[in-house]
């Protein structure tokens, strides 16, 4: 079954703006990964953030744990167009050492 | 990092058939996965190759159905058997790192498999 739920599913934003994507997951991580896959391609591993971390940067993007609420926020500041392209969160769970993929979100930067 | 060649890109298949996607990785690593993404949807775990022993499938698939081969430690191949429509999908490849003591995949470009 799907370890994460990416909240929203679909998001339309202008090229300029900030995206944020949620993540929600049920069981105890070791680490929390972002992944990007641009139209039918392969993943592209972005961000990982481990379970005793609350924050992280890698340019423009911004990752957000908060393990008491089981969810992560992903942040794209000042989008492009080249941003747009499906966004999976994917949790590293304890004791499984399988990383497991949520159902993603879709963004689409408009230029 | 890790690049992963994965072929054919893409195919269109008629029913019954059977059809092989390879994987080819520039280095040596110990264990392999491979991933079926349905349309729209999130990726899910076929099962692990690991060289020189018998692929580990995840609850939902079975051997007959995906066998898998591991002859070595660059390459894998996965062959979609007796295929229907409901196996149209975006089959992918990855191989795991570790970057700074956390496990990350490397993807392939993926296969998508359109079954007639």
């Known amino acids: 079954s799907q370890q994460g739920e990416e909240d929203p599913q679909a998001l339309s934003i202008q090229e300029g703006e900030n995206a944020t994507m949620n993540c929600s997951y049920k069981t105890s991580i070791n680490n929390l990964q972002w992944y990007r896959q641009n139209s039918g391609r392969g993943l592209v591993h972005l961000i990982l953030i481990r379970s005793n971390e609350r924050e992280k940067h890698s340019g423009r993007l911004r990752v957000t744990l908060d393990t008491s609420k089981k969810s992560s926020s992903l942040l794209i500041t000042a989008s492009r167009a080249a941003d747009t392209a499906s966004y999976f969160c994917?949790?590293?769970?304890?004791?499984?050492?399988?990383?497991?993929f949520g159902i993603g979100t879709k963004l689409q930067v408009i230029p | 990092s890790a690049v992963i060649s994965q072929k054919p890109s893409r195919d269109i298949c008629q029913r019954g058939t059977s059809l092989t996607i390879q994987c080819q990785v520039d280095?040596?690593?110990?264990?392999m996965f491979w991933y079926r993404q349905q349309p729209g949807q999130s990726l899910t775990l076929i099962a692990t190759?690991?060289?020189?022993?018998?692929?580990?499938?995840e609850s939902g698939f079975v051997i007959d159905k995906f066998p898998i081969s591991r002859p070595n430690l660059t390459f894998s191949t996965l062959t979609v058997s007796n295929m229907s429509p409901e196996d149209s999908s975006i089959y992918l490849c990855s191989v795991e790192l570790t970057v700074s003591g956390a496990n990350v995949l490397t993807f392939g470009a993926g296969s998508r498999l359109t079954v007639l």
């Open positions: 280095s040596q690593v110990t264990m």
């Open positions: 190759a690991n060289q020189g022993s018998e692929a580990t499938y």
């Open positions: 994917a949790t590293d769970v304890r004791g499984y050492q399988k990383v497991t």
